[in-house]
């Protein structure tokens, strides 16, 4: 059975950081794929970053671009997400999901781990 356990959020004020965590078991990140999306209230889930494990290659949204990072433990088999210089307009609901075989379908999900960014 996959679960991934996110873990990391808070709350933090404007400019400051915070690192997700997300635990997989039962699915080996390192030869998959792996996504961050958040969700605000009232707003469309959005990909933020994303990771194809077997070569490395990260992508970010364009609107946190320069201030989020993705990278991945294989041993620890857990991606992370550092956010750095964090603005309200980040506040949301972030959740990490796995995508067996890299096809852009995210069968597994964590439930989720609340940033909120005072200004």
């Known amino acids: 059975q996959v679960q991934l356990v996110e873990s990391g959020g808070g709350t933090v004020q404007a400019g400051g950081s915070l690192r997700l965590s997300c635990a997989a078991s039962g699915y080996t990140i390192s030869k998959n794929c792996m996504r961050w999306f958040r969700q605000a209230p009232g707003k469309v889930r959005e990909g933020v970053a994303g990771i194809t494990s077997y070569s490395g290659t990260t992508y970010y949204a364009d609107s946190v671009k320069g201030r989020f990072t993705m990278s991945e433990d294989s041993a620890k088999n857990t991606v992370f997400l550092q956010m750095n210089n964090l603005q309200p307009e980040d506040t949301a609901m972030y959740y990490c999901?796995?995508?067996?075989?890299?096809?852009?379908?995210?069968?597994?999900w964590g439930q989720g781990t609340q940033v909120t960014v005072s200004s």
């Open positions: 999901a796995a995508d067996p075989g890299c096809t852009s379908h995210y069968e597994y």
